[in-house]
């Protein structure tokens, strides 16, 4: 006998469940005919789906420099943006990073400050990384104590032929504790024809509540680039 | 012309004092170019100085006076190139990078 309706209440609570539903009684025959489709499926189920159990960056704020901008900055607080407990570990990309003055160093600084806010946390930094001229290549290792601003892209070019990008993880910025926080940084620079140079650096912040963190350059200003901030998110 | 910040995506202009402290912080870093200039310039006379270094070894005897001075004159960089004029000619580049200077040219 078939039946086109179910009456309110004619199906109880797990009433189908896995030891009825075979494997594979709805397949991707149901799922390409429409049968299945938005109307049985709401968004909202799909984005709790997606959000629960999954790992994953979750992109909290991109910045795209167009035009003359002399530092970019992720302050927790506003703006969405969230530099706090949210995350255990923070992950930031810089794609395409142009100076506008040639041979210029990119810097970054972190704060701990909720207001009158300054970039002026006294860190550390060891940077271990290679230049490499044609077909020879050297060490270029490197030590920064008490700066508030350390290097993390060093020699980086204005003109076209010169190209830069970096990404780097900030772990536990706003963790309570008494523990010096760490942050890395990989950079990567084009200079000139077959020259290049990339670094590690591992950048030792003091043990307070970091809530933001700033990129600049030693002498002048962003020409271009992208710089994205994401949460690395647990399951 | 003022500077901005980019806070979160929001365009922030600085304030006096930042614009006062920017300008102290790019006046140290232009006055310590000559320094980090000459710096680059003994990285590479170092790099040179290593090549022809196996010429220099007692055990290999020969080593021409050419050589011998070519090697002194690498060493006496950084007493006579002692402007950012007179550096920054030492490190001039053509367009694919290479040094151009005949300083850096190895005796044959």
């Known amino acids: 006998m078939s039946k086109t309706t179910i009456p309110t209440g004619g199906i109880t609570a797990d009433a189908i469940n896995g030891t009825l539903l075979a494997d594979d009684a709805i397949n991707s025959e149901h799922y390409t005919d429409g049968s299945i489709d938005t109307a049985h499926v709401a968004d909202s189920q799909i984005t709790a789906a997606k959000t629960s159990g999954v790992a994953g960056y979750v992109l909290i704020k991109a910045i795209t420099i167009s035009g003359t901008t002399a530092s970019v900055t992720f302050q927790n607080g506003s703006s969405d943006v969230v530099f706090d407990t949210t995350y255990d570990t923070y992950f930031i990309t810089g794609n395409d990073i142009v100076a506008d003055n040639d041979d210029d160093n990119l810097r970054v600084s972190f704060t701990d400050d909720t207001s009158s806010i300054s970039y002026d946390l006294s860190c550390s930094r060891s940077t271990n990384g290679v230049i490499r001229d044609g077909s020879s290549i050297s060490a270029e290792d490197q030590v920064s104590e008490s700066s508030a601003a350390q290097t993390i892209m060093g020699g980086c070019g204005a003109n076209g032929s010169e190209s830069s990008s970096f990404y780097g993880y900030v772990m536990n910025p706003a963790a309570s504790g008494s523990r010096e926080r760490f942050a890395q940084f990989q950079a990567m620079i084009k200079m000139h024809d077959n020259k290049n140079r990339n670094h590690n650096h591992v950048i030792i912040i003091p043990n307070v509540v970091v809530t933001g963190v700033r990129f600049n350059w030693n002498s002048g200003s962003f020409a271009q680039g992208t710089i994205k901030l994401y949460g690395l998110k647990n399951a | ?108």
């Open chain 2, 1 to 108: 012309m003022p500077r901005y910040h980019n806070i979160n995506g929001i365009m922030v202009q600085f304030t006096a004092e930042e614009e006062t402290a920017r300008d102290a912080e790019i006046k140290a870093w232009e006055d310590g170019k000559l320094a980090r200039k000459q710096a680059e310039m003994r990285i590479i006379r170092d790099r040179y100085l290593a090549k022809t270094d196996y010429l220099a070894l007692s055990d290999t005897a020969t080593i021409s006076d050419n050589m011998k001075n070519w090697r002194q004159s690498l060493r006496d960089l950084p007493a006579n190139e002692n402007t950012l004029e007179k550096v920054q000619a030492i490190l001039a580049t053509d367009e694919n990078g290479k040094l151009t200077n005949s300083v850096w040219t190895i005796p044959s």
